[in-house]
């Protein structure tokens, strides 16, 4: 099923019989969800786009490339620096700007900038009954009865498939510098990167790879904005870090390069194993990173998002014990686990009677979240 | 403002209910006597008053849980209530409601600097969450103007945001976890220190749930490292088309300041009449701060002014010290002060496409002429989220229904251009029924649809945010 209107969509979810797979690019394996396919890449094309306004709005099946090079063209972005998922996941075909929000997909700058969900302005999806939505709009501020635009970005498409997606860009600093310290354990840089989390210099990414491009362990804190004042906050940080003998990186491809390796967890590629990613409070990331035993770590967020490369079939939420405070989500995992941390029995009741009163009969993605 | 009818049967109790309520609580927070009831009549949407059946204070999450779930064994509303300042009537209580206010809960419960966040009960004031990691330089981001007084409680439920929130942005993206008890007495935990949901993003549902789905009771906020400085720069034109094209050009020039507010002339003369900040004769003042190091202060403000001087400005002030910033926040801050001081007012809160400010503005005057009551405009022109203040005397019989209806008319006039009905206040009462300006039914079915989940039985602040008819329905059934 390709439908190519909003209408068109309505009218196939009404009829539908069985289970739908919702696929934006299919830039990913759909899980263990089954069913007849569902594209929304002939729902395409940015609606609106208000540089000055910082507004983008575009339809669902948008490729994620289109967005970009419009957004350069006026020297803007998507803040939240969305990862692209092809090498960790072996997959190919053009990412959606539907699949990103569906899966709230936010990379490095999250830290610093918010996630997805944090610059998504306002939906329009069908839901599991055919019922057209809208919610939220495209204004910067706006507290207009309940968001349920928080509520579809990273639902997976088990409430409703996503049609338009209106969404706050920012403009594309001048100048970005990253210091790069080197020869630290996970025990020695959390602590580092939440020094510079807490500092007044506004730091964009602060992230630990311990096993870098090179081979040897990497710390990266990321700065951005205008040249002058980068370099500023780059000669602080430094000034702050000198024990660890900090190298500036300014060279813009460079650095780039370096926090593409972070965003898309490039060290993982190509190698087997279950690829896992752990949302969990900074501080706890090295005890935390101990206990999975994994054969690859990187550690992004100043430590509050771990990935663990781990033997095919362990069990993450088990290595990281019952007093664990966070969620861990098994991105490619080859085993029957589930994918999404199971939540306490009231919450989880929660999360069931949405799904009940947006997808009745239950046929968008079933089985993939709950 | 029309409320639903009273239940009799929940007033016929009234006395049982009490007493359950006493069996939970310590006597003095269960406030039933007529004339201290009086206290909770309304929030600071003053024009609607009605007394509750009773109110309670409790001190902790399990008193909160306890009250709940007599509540909903007796089928009574109850309307949760922080500091009462809601502008849009959130917090007003229906005659058959117990009001359940969270001011006894004000602790801190934990600071954490190394993973920046604290954790607090919801009772505590927004100004006060500052104050307790001020010590390490610290600050809590989201700053409505009413700080002082306003509980974390409501602007969660408000999802509010402020002056900074163009940079910072509002309640929703700095709030990390909640503790809140159901309608049934069901504690729940959303979120914690770590970022983003593992499932659901109910956390992001409940804020700017307006009291609707749950009683919030704990709150872990983000808090961040205060910037090295920041400093104000005030430049005054002569049209509002053209402060509004500079508005414009700054953002697209990528300099992000933390503020940029907008005053148009009614409010200019009222707050210069008012706190004597030496304002400069103007059509238009725009008022932008940016932040960091006195170096990079420097080079942001130089690309504004630059900026700014572009559109033939009439004055630019650029504070050189503390002093002069103070001056020229002033007057800004006192703008709703100066309006209480020459009249009646009631403050909307229409947001719009930044775009489409010029246009708005002249159709704002032009339908305060033809209504004959006075509007200023002072707003946070980053974010397009507009304040008209419109000016009335509510003594004079036919005024406050000639200001609802003109106010009605601006907030449809901001859905028209592709804004909305409120971008920080929340719907409450005030906007209740104009939701339909900007929602489909099937858009208002899906929003209740959530409330049908947290609280099937509708007790939870009903009377609010959908249109009574719209949810009509849904209170008959949990009525009976
Ligand atoms: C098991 C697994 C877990 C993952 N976990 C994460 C994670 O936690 N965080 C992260 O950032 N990335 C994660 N990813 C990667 C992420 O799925 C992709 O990077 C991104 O979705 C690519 O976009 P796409 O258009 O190719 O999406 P697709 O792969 O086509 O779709 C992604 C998801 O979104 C749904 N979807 C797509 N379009 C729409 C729409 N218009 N409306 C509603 N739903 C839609 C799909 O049903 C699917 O569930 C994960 C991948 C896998 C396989
Ligand atoms: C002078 C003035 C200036 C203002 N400036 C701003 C501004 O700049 N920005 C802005 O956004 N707002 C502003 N406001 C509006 C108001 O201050 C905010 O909406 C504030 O968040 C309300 O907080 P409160 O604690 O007073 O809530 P209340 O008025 O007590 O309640 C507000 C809503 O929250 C619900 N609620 C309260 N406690 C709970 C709880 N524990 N659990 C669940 N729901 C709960 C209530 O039921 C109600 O619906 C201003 C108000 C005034 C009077």
Known sequence: ?370 | MQMPEPDARVLSRKAEIVARLREVLPADAVIDDEAETRAYECDALTAYRCPPLCAVLPASTEEVSAVLTICHEEGVPVVPRGSGTSLAGGALPTADSVILGVARMNEVLETDYENRFIRVQTGRTNLSVTGAVEEEDFFYAPDPSSQLACAIAGNIAMNSGGAHCLKYGVTTNNLLGVTMVLMDGTVIELGGAHLDPGGLDLLGLVCGSEGQLGVVTEATLRILRKPEGARPVLIAFNSNEVAGECVSDIIKAGVLPVAIEFMDRPCIVACEAFAKAGYPDCEALLIVEVEGSEAEIAEQLGLITQIARRHDPVELREAQDADEAGRIWLGRKSAFGAMGQINDYMCLDGTIPVSALPQVLRRISELSREIGLEVANVFHAGDGNMHPLILFNANQPGELEKCEALGAEILKLCVEVGGCLTGEHGVGIEKRDLMSVQYAPADLEAQMAVKDVFDPGWLLNPAKVFPLAVSEARRAVAAE
């Open chain 1, 1 to 370: 099923m390709r439908p190519e209107t909003e209408t068109e969509l309505a009218e196939m979810i009404r009829d539908a019989s069985g289970p739908l797979r919702v696929r934006g690019g299919g830039t990913r394996a759909v899980g263990r969800s089954a069913g007849e396919v569902l594209e929304t890449g002939a729902m395409s094309g940015i609606v609106l786009h208000e540089p000055g306004a910082l507004t983008l709005v575009a339809k669902a099946g948008t490729p994620l490339a289109e967005i970009e090079a419009a957004l350069e063209a006026e020297g803007q972005r998507l803040a939240f620096e969305p990862m692209d998922h092809r090498g960790l996941l072996g997959t190919d075909g053009a990412p959606t700007i539907g699949g990103v929000a569906a899966a709230n997909v936010s990379g490095p700058r999250r830290v610093q900038a918010g996630a997805c969900r944090d610059f998504m302005l306002g939906v329009r999806f069908v839901d599991g009954a055919g019922r057209v939505v809208s919610n939220g709009g495209r204004v910067m501020k706006n507290v207009t009865g309940y968001d349920l635009v928080k509520l579809m970005a990273g639902s997976w498409g088990t409430l409703g498939v996503m049609t338009e997606i209106a969404f706050k860009v920012l403009p594309k600093p001048a100048a970005t510098a990253t210091l790069v310290l080197a020869g630290l354990s996970p025990e020695e840089a959390v602590p580092v990167l939440s020094q510079a989390l807490g500092s007044p210099f506004d730091v964009s990414g602060a992230a630990h790879l311990p096993e870098g491009p090179k081979g040897g362990p990497l710390t990266l804190v990321r700065i951005e904005g205008f040249a002058d004042s980068v370099a500023y906050r780059g000669g602080r940080l430094s000034e702050l870090f000198a024990r660890h003998q900090p190298v500036v990186e300014t060279d813009a491809a460079r650095g780039a390069a370096l926090w593409k390796a972070v965003r898309d967890v490039e060290s993982f590629h190509g190698k087997p194993g279950d690829v896992w990613r752990i949302s969990c409070t900074p501080s706890d990331a090295p005890a935390l990173a101990a206990r999975l035993g994994a054969e690859a770590l990187v550690f992004d967020w100043g430590g509050g998002l771990i990935w663990a490369l781990l033997p095919e079939g362990a069990d993450a939420r088990d290595r990281l014990g019952a007093g664990f405070r966070g969620h861990a989500t098994a991105v490619r995992a080859s085993g029957d686990l589930p994918t999404f941390q199971p939540e306490p029995a009231p919450v989880a009741a929660l999360s069931a009677g949405l799904r009940a009163r947006f997808d009745p009969k239950g046929l968008l993605n079933p089985g993939l979240m709950a």
